[in-house]
């Protein structure tokens, strides 16, 4: 079946700096990848969509300019969560569709510790 | 045993019986639904999907069945496994966005299934 590929899976990072997160869609191409965050033991909160060479369409209350995405190919999506803050801790999933009307797939996550 | 995801967040079953989790959805326009399962630390991992023209879908071990009336959704697992233990979300399409993969996520349900 279709592999969604996140890395990394955990990353610990300080107050202030900046934190690039990789989404790849490893057997097909997508030119729609979504990003989610998950607050523990909550649900999964939609933050934005990435599109294939244009712009990320963020929802209410995202901060655009605090979480960057980039969409550069077909394979990969990209969010840079930049000058991270302890409340931006949380777990980020990607997913991606294989095509129109096709099935969705979720990246394995990536767990995001700001100290 | 049964659980209404809003109001009763685990669920507790033994193993081989049948397990019943439940989930209310926000919006009547919503025509696509899905369920998911998520193991801790890990992405969400695709179980069983339903478009809203259907009642019953069913899958190995697994029903899901929709009743738009009261806009309710329930999955159905059939003989659980400890295997099964996970939390368990239901999700819908964004309203009038089609199969576009933007999805909103119910609180989810912990299954926990006792040997």
């Known amino acids: 079946g279709a592999v969604v590929s996140q890395h990394p899976s955990w990353v610990i990072c300080k107050s202030g700096t900046s934190v690039k997160i990789e989404c790849r869609s490893l057997?097909?191409?997508?030119?729609?990848m979504f990003w989610y965050r998950q607050f523990p033991k909550q649900s999964l909160m939609l933050m934005a969509t990435?599109?294939?060479?244009?712009?990320?369409?963020?929802e209410q209350g995202v901060e655009k300019d605090k979480f960057l995405i980039n969409h550069a190919s077909l394979t990969l999506s990209t969010l840079t969560v930049t000058s991270a803050h302890p409340e931006d801790s949380s777990f980020y999933i990607c997913s991606a569709m294989t095509g129109a009307n096709e099935k969705l797939f979720f990246g394995s996550g990536t767990q995001l510790s700001v100290l | 045993g049964e659980s209404v995801g809003l109001h009763l967040p685990t669920l507790s079953v033994q193993e081989g019986d049948n397990s019943i989790i439940n989930c209310a959805y926000s919006n009547s326009a919503s025509d696509y639904f899905i369920w998911y399962k998520q193991e801790s630390g890990k992405g969400p991992q695709f179980i069983i999907d339903i478009r809203s023209n259907m009642d019953k879908r069913q899958g190995q071990r697994v029903t899901v069945l929709l009743n738009k009336t009261v806009k309710h959704l329930s999955l159905q697992i059939a003989a659980t496994q400890p295997g099964d233990s996970a939390v368990y979300f239901c999700?819908?399409?964004?309203?009038?966005?089609?199969?576009?993969?933007?999805?909103?996520f119910g609180q989810g349900t912990t299954l926990q299934v006792k040997p």
């Open positions: 999700a819908e399409n964004f309203p009038y966005s089609g199969n576009t993969g933007k999805l909103i």
């Open positions: 057997d097909f191409q997508a030119t729609t």
């Open positions: 990435s599109n294939e060479g244009s712009k990320a369409t963020y």
